[in-house]
T-cell receptor
């Protein structure tokens, strides 16, 4: 079993829809949780970074962490065609000497 | 502007050849990392360095080598021993995990192909 599981998609939704992206993990030691957005032929760009359970909001993006269920989510409100990209979840433990990445979900927003 | 610069953007390797990928950062980060990304797979850690003149193997270090002579630079050499080098290589940096953990920031990658 992989330490981090992420549905690869592709996920296609109409413009303006709410998007929900998810990852599950098996290591209860993970304490740091991140979401990255990666456009084609580009490096990952940090979108959200959270340390604890609960919600964190930044503009149209909300990151949610449920440590009891070992489940994290990224919600995108009022989705735009420019949100079309691959979204990677990532997480690390308290030493954080190594970060584990999900395989990424490819998202397409239809105009 | 602070950031991470990787060069070249595209690189081609002949059989038996060693090639070196460049990574430079001006974020004043102590820690630097090299990852390999293959289609449909997550990022896999090749090597990382938390301080100048020190580095550790990641999960897939075989066939690769690194050096860390300067804080700003962390070049990766793909040797002829790496039999399947075709991939997208990503360099990242951060403050050291032991000191007030901050997330990693990435460059825009180098795509390596075999001729």
């Amino acid at each position: 079993q992989k330490e981090v599981e992420q549905d690869p998609g592709p996920l296609s939704v109409p413009e303006g829809a709410i998007v929900s992206l998810n990852c599950t993990y098996s290591n209860s030691a993970f304490q740091y949780f991140m979401w990255y957005r990666q456009y084609s032929r580009k490096g990952p760009e940090l979108l959200m970074y959270t340390y604890s359970s609960g919600n964190k909001e930044d503009g149209r993006f909300t990151a949610q962490v449920d440590k009891s269920s070992k489940y994290i989510s990224l919600f995108i409100r009022d989705s735009q065609p420019s949100d079309s990209a691959t979204y990677l979840c990532a997480m690390g433990d308290s030493s954080a000497s190594k970060i584990i990445f999900g395989s990424g979900t490819r998202l397409s927003i239809r105009p | 502007d602070g950031g991470i610069t990787q060069s070249p953007k595209y690189l081609f390797r002949k059989e038996g050849q060693n090639v070196t990928l460049s990574c430079e950062q001006n974020l004043n980060h102590d820690a630097m990392y090299w990852y390999r990304q293959d289609p449909g797979q997550g990022l896999r850690l090749i090597y990382y360095s938390q301080i100048v003149n020190d580095f550790q193997k990641g999960d897939i270090a075989e066939g690769y080598s690194v050096s860390r002579e300067k804080k700003e630079s962390f070049p990766l050499t793909v040797t002829s021993a790496q039999k399947n080098p075709t991939a997208f290589y990503l360099c990242a940096s951060s403050t050291p995990p032991s000191r007030n953990h901050q997330p990693q920031h990435f460059g825009d990658g180098t795509r390596l192909s075999i001729l």
